[in-house]
């Protein structure tokens, strides 16, 4: 306002554009006081959201604890993941839940509902450790349902990149088994077991999976020979009685 040379044209001019802007002026700053509390409001919310969805799966794991020991509580299990996962579907606990729910399905024998379930955590943008552990059941199930290409295809299209890649090989092998090609399948327990070894976190190959390899490694019928040489000569060997 330096093109005004007193005081008073300033204060008149002043006025002249306080009365021509003060109602943008004032919703500006009811705007921006608005903004402020909303945002203060919208990040208190959604820590009470989280933290009650906190608290509600941890209430579920304690009802997954008692259906262990108590079948009679399933009911009241799929009820409480169920509410979970409509109140909090976005968040992670909610996705938890309808892993829960896909689990008891696929126990219980329901593939449909198990498979839902878990398209349903992947169809929600999952975190990466969430979306590895759903797309590996799901293979499983559609694998179990005779799908077999189809949860192949799903465990070919994740592994790639995935720090699953043992868990990957591990239920490759189980599909291909079931599909009858025992020589893939037990290459790629193989792979799993290698994968364990080299891991560098202290992990071992379970007991499962060795077996899984003794089974599709029976003994050659040199070592048959051998074994029945060794069983002569012991019986040469043996003093009369």
């Known amino acids: 306002m330096d093109q005004y040379r007193t005081e008073e044209e300033q204060v008149e001019a ?3 554009w306080w009365a021509e802007n003060s109602r943008s002026v004032i919703a500006g700053v009811v705007l921006a006081l608005a903004g402020s509390f ?19 799966y941890q209430q ?15 009911d009241e299990l799929i009820v409480a993941a169920n509410s979970l996962k409509n109140r909090y579907g976005s968040s992670t606990y909610g996705q938890f839940a ?38 590996l ?16 295809a799903i465990i070919e299209a994740a ?44 992990s071992s190959v379970p007991q499962m999976l060795t077996k899984k390899l003794d089974s599709l490694s029976p003994v050659q019928p040199a070592s048959k020979a051998k074994v029945a040489d060794s069983a002569a000569d012991l019986e040469e060997a043996r003093p009369d009685a």
């Open 137 to 152: 059941r799901l293979a499983r199930v559609l694998a179990s349902a005779g799908d077999i290409d189809g949860g192949l």
């Open 38 to 56: 909303g945002w203060q409001y919208w990040q208190g919310h959604q820590q009470q959201q989280s933290e009650s969805a906190s608290t509600g």
């Open 60 to 74: 579920l794991l304690k009802l997954v604890e008692q259906v262990d020991q108590d079948a009679s509580k399933v």
């Open 98 to 135: 309808a892993l829960q729910l896909a689990r008891l399905a696929a126990v219980e024998g329901n593939l449909t509902d198990a498979e839902a379930e878990l398209r349903w955590v992947l169809s929600h943008n999952p975190e990466q450790d969430v979306r590895r552990v759903a797309e």
């Open 159 to 202: 592994s790639a990149n995935s720090d699953y890649q043992a868990n990957y090989a591990i239920a490759r092998g189980d599909m291909l088994l079931m599909a009858g090609r025992d020589e893939e399948a037990k290459a790629a327990f193989e792979r799993a077991a290698q994968l364990l070894a080299a891991s560098g976190n202290g």
């Open 14 to 16: 002043l006025g002249r």
